[in-house]
């Protein structure tokens, strides 16, 4: 008998990164075709999902916060059914079971297809879904709603790497890649609804093999009348080096609808700290990675992640982070604080170090990778080059976009629409935004 959860609206609240949105829009999905209706706030539903991120501080912490708000009863008496999905869920779903009894429903990352059903067994009691289904998740999903200009596709799931400081191996599972066909037609479905970019996701994008390997099926998506645009993230800089890197970086100097970005976490700039993160590259052969990369397309937007304080990081280590950071010209970057995840390996690793030397070294990092930016859009200013239209501005008649390099640009466009493709000169930059003008306009200025 089909499960019919009632009554009938839903909040989802995502924390963490673009594969929670993208999950927490699924999840949505599945809540829609059950006949129930999205609602802003989680005040106004009935069934709140927290979505929860594992990867980095506080994330428990967080949910037991929102937790407290939504069991207080409102005006009326009721409380929400409340959901608490994602990767904490999967890593600590017992423990919230027992410290937050009021949780209806725990769903790990990789059971919310599963939702509809869960749901209606929480009438009778308290239901826990952490398993790693053998059945991929998203065979049983139904189709999508989006009706933006830009969406994500999930085309690869968990992690084989281990770093020692990351808890990704644990709550999504072993890598797993969804057939090439399967992402194709789920593409030209989006595409049919008005999608103009498609963002590839993947914990580890680069190691994609769905019968196809990640530049197939770029290359494959190419083919798509009407999509305009390509991205992928995240890669690792162990599955770009060597053949295997080889024909994604040919697909950037090749495939015009594949963005000039790419996003590859470094986390250290030293090898001795990168050997202790088990990450399988050295400060050396990223950077020849980089070399590349920049070989294939000149103007290539690159981004990192960084986390400094990683136990036994020493000034000197930190100052090779930070001179990678001068030598590469990040376009963008995120730079963490190292958090204890408890499980993995750097948590019982000696010399953890203090949290006041992680601030310091993390304002530094934050510093040198703001001027970094701003450099990069600086030299940007003159360019020309298409936005893809995503929203509207602050002010009237403003609209923001996004430009080849994932800047986003503020600019004015009588008469366009979100979705539109327009032809923009970069006119000034500012540390995370530029601002451009219609090409023709500034032609004629
Ligand atoms: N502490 C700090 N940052 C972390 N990340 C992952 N695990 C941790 C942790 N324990 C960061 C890494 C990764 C990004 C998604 O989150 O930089 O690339
Ligand atoms: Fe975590 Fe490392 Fe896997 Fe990235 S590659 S998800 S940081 S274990």
Redesign the pocket.
């Known amino acids: 008998m089909p499960a019919q959860p009632k009554p009938g609206r839903y909040h989802v609240k995502s924390f963490g990164?673009q594969m929670n949105v993208y999950d927490s829009e699924r999840m949505g999905d599945v809540l829609a075709a059950q006949g129930m209706t999205e609602v802003d706030t989680p005040e106004a539903a009935d069934v709140v999902v927290l979505n929860t991120c594992h990867?980095?501080e506080r994330a428990a912490e967080k949910l037991y916060s929102d937790i407290g708000r939504l069991r207080r009863p409102r005006a009326d008496g009721s409380r929400p059914t409340i959901v608490a999905a994602g990767c904490v869920a999967q890593a600590e779903g017992p423990e919230i079971a027992a410290r937050a009894p009021d949780v209806d429903v725990i769903v790990g990352p990789l059971a919310y297809h599963r939702l509809p059903q869960l749901l209606q067994r929480a009438r009778t009691g308290r239901v826990i879904d952490i398993d790693m289904p053998p059945v991929p998740k998203f065979d049983a999903l139904p189709a999508r709603r989006t009706g933006q200009a830009s969406a994500f596709l999930t085309v690869q799931e968990g992690c084989d790497k281990f770093c020692t400081?990351?808890?990704v191996p644990y709550t999504r599972g072993p890598e797993t890649s969804r057939p090439a066909a399967d992402l194709v037609g789920e593409a030209c479905a989006l595409v049919a609804r008005g999608v103009r970019e498609i963002t590839l996701l993947g914990q580890n994008v680069n190691a994609y093999a769905g019968g196809l390997s990640l530049s197939g099926l770029i290359r494959e998506l190419a083919q798509i009348d009407g999509l305009a645009r390509i991205r992928y993230t995240?890669s690792h800089p162990r599955d770009m080096e060597g053949s295997g890197g080889d024909d994604l970086i040919a697909a950037h100097a090749q495939v015009p609808k594949l963005m000039p970005y790419m996003h590859l976490?470094v986390?250290s700039g030293s090898s001795r700290i990168l050997k202790a993160m088990n990450r399988a590259h050295t400060r050396a052969s990223y950077l020849a990675t980089l070399a590349r990369v920049r070989a294939a397309r000149s103007d290539i937007a690159l981004s990192g992640?960084?986390?400094v304080g990683f136990p036994g990081e020493t000034e000197a280590d930190f100052q090779e982070t930070l001179s990678i950071v001068h030598d590469v010209q990040y376009a963008a970057a995120?730079s963490?604080?190292?958090?204890?995840?408890p499980g993995?390996p750097?948590a019982q690793m000696p010399d953890q170090v203090p949290e006041a030397i992680k601030d310091e070294r993390l304002a530094r990092l934050q510093a040198a990778i703001t001027a970094g930016s701003l450099a990069f859009n600086q030299a940007s200013v003159g360019r020309r080059c298409t936005v893809l239209l995503e929203r509207p501005g602050r002010k009237p008649g403003q609209l923001i976009g996004k430009t080849p390099w994932l800047q986003s640009a503020v600019l004015a466009v009588p008469g366009a629409a979100i979705g539109d493709l327009v032809e923009v000169e970069i006119v000034s930059a500012m540390p995370n935004s530029v601002e451009a003008v219609p090409f023709t306009q500034s032609q004629v200025a």
Do not use: H, N
């Open positions: 990164c990867i980095r400081f990351c808890v995240t976490p986390q992640d960084f986390i995120f963490f604080k190292y958090s204890v995840r993995t750097a």
